[in-house]
């Protein structure tokens, strides 16, 4: 799945699309020439939404496991588990030469990664992390896949939903430029929010939208958290919450 619409048809087969998400060299190439024009790095996204994360759950027990759900080659999941190292991480993702370079990477004690297919035997996580996936899911798909995840959080369990903005031409930009992003069908924030919603989550915070300035203009980037209610950033935040057990009987 990716680290970075829907429209009606896609000009390359899904099967394609996951041969390329299979290339494990050749995604991280893809990937990294679509994001050349920001002037940064994936690290570079992938921790400042861990950093944007944890302001949500600051001052909230550390989480005991986080569900990295899409975790491609396994990076962010070794960024989760640095940033949280009280936490086990288990990532999951559809491509099985993904998952194996991932546990070959980065598996250990608190790192392991399976098939997206095994995720009810993962056991319940405190947090899910997903980033750039749904728009690789076919649209009727999507609900399904909220739900699993859903499904995997305790009571009282946040999935953070990052996703890329459909408002975005700098995100539209950067998604013509890789292959396997080029026909993926973006998912509008509301939309998003609906399916959370309609799986059970709670979405009581208003969505977030992040990285509005490249690095040729870091030195504005002091201005992004006021701009965050504008949807003008590259990617999107939706932070929901699986309602406590009481309240989901009633």
């Not at 920001?38 to 949500?56: H, L, N, Q, W």
């Not at 013509?176 to 959370?196: H, K, V, Y």
Request: with cysteine; proline share 6%; hydrophobic share 40%.
């Amino acid at each position: 799945m990716s680290e970075l619409d829907v429209t009606s048809s896609r000009s390359r087969s899904d099967s394609d699309a996951g041969a390329m998400f299979d290339d494990v060299s050749g995604y991280e190439e893809l990937l990294n020439r679509g994001l050349r024009l920001s002037g940064e790095t994936r690290d570079y996204f992938a921790r400042e939404r861990i950093c944007v994360m944890k302001e949500f759950i600051d001052g909230q027990p550390s989480p005991a496991r986080i569900l990295d759900y899409g975790c491609g080659t396994g990076d962010t999941s070794s960024l989760l588990a640095s940033n949280f190292p009280k936490s086990e991480v288990i990532g999951v993702d559809t491509s099985g030469p993904a998952i194996a370079s991932a546990e070959e990477r980065f598996g250990g004690p608190r790192i392991g990664f399976e098939a997206v297919s095994q995720i009810s035997t993962t056991g319940v996580f405190d947090v899910a992390y997903v980033n750039g996936v749904f728009h690789h899911i076919r649209p009727a798909e999507r609900p399904a896949a909220v739900s699993a995840i859903f499904e995997r959080l305790r009571p009282g369990g946040h999935c953070m939903f990052f996703e890329n903005n459909p408002y975005s031409p700098a995100a539209r930009l950067v998604m013509r430029r890789i292959p396997f992003d080029r026909d993926a069908i973006m998912i509008w924030p509301n939309e998003a929010g609906r399916l959370l919603r309609d799986a059970g989550f709670d979405t009581p915070h208003s969505t977030r939208f992040l990285f509005v300035f490249p690095k040729a203009l870091r030195i504005l980037r002091l201005l992004e958290v006021s701009l965050s209610r504008l949807p003008i950033g590259a990617q999107y935040l939706i932070v929901s919450r699986k309602p406590d057990s009481e309240n989901s009987e009633e």
